[in-house]
């Protein structure tokens, strides 16, 4: 008997962005809320539609995301969230922009990333998955370090590309292999939830655009 974990569903815990998108949907927020609080004599629609702006610009550059871990990989992209767990893994392509290629009945799906590749933070010395990466393996025979606070990184060539982005998910799951040969972790021995990729709309993303456009919209035909 196996009695090594199996990954969680949603354990995705290494986000990969575009940090200078990111800050780019924050500053076109919040100029857009701070706008529509001093000009509130302006009107309804006026407000309104700085809102639907501001909100837009969450939800186009601020949120999306693709999370890596050993549940598998999740593309959050606007308005819809796409988990691949890894044995639905297929391969992951980065010509243009990050896709992910997975198994799902009864056709193969491809799942197009909105977001690129940015930080992800992880212990030096670790893989991926938190078992013994590259570095770890010729540093660990090494004398332990000073006691000094541990500090975390990407690599250069990962930051804000989708070539980044792909090897990452590739040296992921070349790891997750790994962990399923060693014992680490536990493939699921059956067909079921974490061997199916899963789609659903983000209502987060629905709610935060749908509101306040709604109120633009009444704002339109009643003035």
């Not at 076109?28 to 009107?43: C, E």
């Not at 392509?93 to 990333?113: F, G």
Request: charged share 20%; proline share 8%.
């Amino acid at each position: 008997m196996n009695d090594a974990p199996a990954p969680a569903e949603d354990d995705f815990g290494y986000t990969l962005r575009h940090t200078g998108t990111v800050g780019l949907g924050v500053i076109g927020a919040l100029g857009a809320l701070i706008v529509a609080g001093v000009s509130l004599s302006a009107g309804l629609e006026f407000v309104a539609a700085l809102v639907t702006f501001a909100a837009l610009s969450v939800v186009l550059l601020v949120r999306p995301s693709v999370r890596v871990g050993t549940g598998g990989v999740r593309i959050d992209n606007p308005f819809r969230r796409h988990a691949v767990p890894w044995p639905a893994y297929q391969d992951v392509a980065s010509r243009w922009n990050l896709c992910v290629y997975a198994a799902h009945q009864p056709d193969d799906v491809e799942i197009k990333a909105w977001a690129l590749a940015s930080r992800v933070s992880r212990p030096r010395g670790e893989g991926l998955l938190g078992l013994p990466g590259i570095r770890g393996r010729l540093t660990r025979d090494l004398p332990p370090e000073p006691d000094s606070p541990r500090t975390s990184g990407l690599p250069a060539h990962v930051k804000g590309t989708a070539s980044g982005a792909a090897s990452f998910i590739e040296q992921a799951y070349a790891e997750w292999q790994e962990g399923v040969a060693t014992g680490e972790f536990r493939a699921p021995s059956a067909p079921g939830p974490q061997t199916q990729v899963r789609r659903r709309w983000d209502l987060l993303d629905v709610g935060l655009v749908a509101v306040p456009a709604a109120v633009w919209a009444l704002a339109m035909v009643l003035r």
